[in-house]
Structure formats: structure tokens, C-alpha cells
T-cell receptor
Framework: GAVVSQHPSRVICKSGTSVKIECRSL??????MFWYRQFPKQSLMLMAT?????????EQGVEKDKFLINHASLTLSTLTVTSAHPEDSSFYIC?????????????FGPGTRLTVL | AQSVTQLGSHVSVSEGALVLLRCNYS??????LFWYVQYPNQGLQLLLK??????LVKGINGFEAEFKKSETSFHLTKPSAHMSDAAEYFC????????????FGQGTELSVKP
């Protein structure tokens, strides 16, 4: 149980295009989802916290207009990287928490590798 | 503000040897602590967590961790390393017990030699 999926697992795009990444909780309802970014050989950096039905809360230094987050349902959050540039290339990981089943724990998706040419 | 420090970015052990990955935290409130494992090009898998119950926490794959308040530590151990344990390990602290924002340590890469 407590499975989180991400789609796509890998995406390559041209500079200037927008890319959408989906994060789904498959067997539980996630009132809160988190988006992280991870550079090679580094730790995870929290980008934003996404609450269902409300605006996301962005961490300091993260451009909200560049990284658009939508959490329209209890099982789906999306991250859109707008006008992507090579410096946006990274591993993006989402997580979700199930307040009802296992309070206090975040479950992570498998990640999405974004490469911007 | 909470923070986590993992001592040693890389640890190498022989197969069958003891695994010890160090984690120290700072927190002004009782912390909730986690260890996650990440295999190459994958997301994070929860190994174990401390949420103010027993100070010795047992997790999956034979790992365990002990919460020591006096030392502000939450070190991860496994009595006998297996080749499949080779991965990146992250210690994390949560702001609250509701699965709030996680603060991650820098990570420790574990290598296991045959």
C-alpha cells in the first residue's frame, strides 16, 4: 500500500518548451503533496508544498511562475516547468502523505528525470 | 529551525560487516526522524521512522536506528551488510508528526565490497 506514481519517468525537451509532470497517489487520498528537486549526488531540495484545492506554498528562491503546481484532486498533483532551460535539468521527485493511514509519513514517487537541451 | 547532519558522504563496508550511518539533528521541539534509502534513478523508500514511541526503531531489510536525545543522534545500523544494501541513505527530520515538511541531510552513499 501507499504507492505514489509519477509520469513520465523521463523526459527530454527543447529549451523554451513547457513540461508537465504528474504525481498520483494510487491507493490513498493525499491531502498534501510535496515536490522536490535533486541534483546529481546531492540531497533533495523541497520546492513546494501542494495542498488539495488551494494554492501551493513555495520555498524561498523557487519561482512560482516558472514551476506551476496544481493539486486539483486528492490523488493528483502536477508540476509544470514553464519555458524550460538547460539549468532546469534535474531529477524531480514528488511525495504524498496519507493522514488517515499512516500519519507523519511521506511516501515518495519514483522520480522524473528532466533533460532540457 | 531544524537541521540534519549526516557524517560521511561515503561509507564503504565489506559484505557481512556492521553498517553504521551517522545522523545528528537539531531541533527546538521533539523531532520526528526518518531514514530513507534511494537506489539509482529511483525515488525514496522509507526504511524506518521515530515518532516519540520506542527509542530503538526497527525497520525493513534488517536496519534499525536508535534515538538518543542526549546526543541528538539517530544513527542507522545493520549487523551484517549485504551487497543489495549498496545505495544512498538519507536521514530526515520533520517539523511535526503530521508528515509536515521534511528537512533532509546531505545523504550517505553506502558501498558494499564482496
Amino acid at each position: 500500500g501507499a504507492v505514489v506514481s509519477q509520469h513520465p519517468s523521463r523526459v527530454i525537451c527543447k529549451s523554451g518548451t513547457s513540461v508537465k509532470i504528474e504525481c498520483r497517489s494510487l491507493d490513498f487520498q493525499a491531502t498534501t503533496m510535496f515536490w522536490y528537486r535533486q541534483f546529481p549526488k546531492q540531497s533533495l531540495m523541497l520546492m513546494a508544498t501542494s495542498n488539495e484545492g488551494s494554492k501551493a506554498t513555495y520555498e524561498q528562491g523557487v519561482e512560482k511562475d516558472k514551476f506551476l503546481i496544481n493539486h486539483a484532486s486528492l490523488t493528483l498533483s502536477t508540476l509544470t516547468v514553464t519555458s524550460a532551460h538547460p539549468e532546469d535539468s534535474s531529477f524531480y521527485i514528488c511525495s504524498a502523505r496519507d493522514r488517515q493511514r499512516d500519519r507523519g509519513t511521506q511516501y515518495f514517487g519514483p522520480g522524473t528525470r528532466l533533460t532540457v537541451l | 529551525a531544524q537541521s540534519v547532519t549526516q557524517l560521511g558522504s561515503h561509507v564503504s563496508v565489506s559484505e557481512g560487516a556492521l553498517v553504521l550511518l551517522r545522523c545528528n539533528y537539531s531541533s527546538s521541539v521533539p523531532p520526528y526522524l526518518f531514514w530513507y534509502v534511494q537506489y539509482p534513478n529511483q525515488g525514496l523508500q522509507l526504511l524506518l521512522k521515530y515518532t516519540s514511541a520506542a527509542t530503538l526503531v526497527k525497520g525493513i531489510n534488517g536496519f534499525e536506528a536508535e534515538f538518543k536525545k542526549s546526543e541528538t543522534s539517530f544513527h542507522l545500523t545493520k549487523p551484517s551488510a549485504h551487497m543489495s544494501d549498496a545505495a544512498e541513505y538519507f536521514c530526515a527530520v520533520s517539523e511535526d508528526n503530521q508528515g509536515g515538511k521534511l528537512i533532509f541531510g546531505q545523504g550517505t552513499e553506502l558501498s558494499v565490497k564482496p
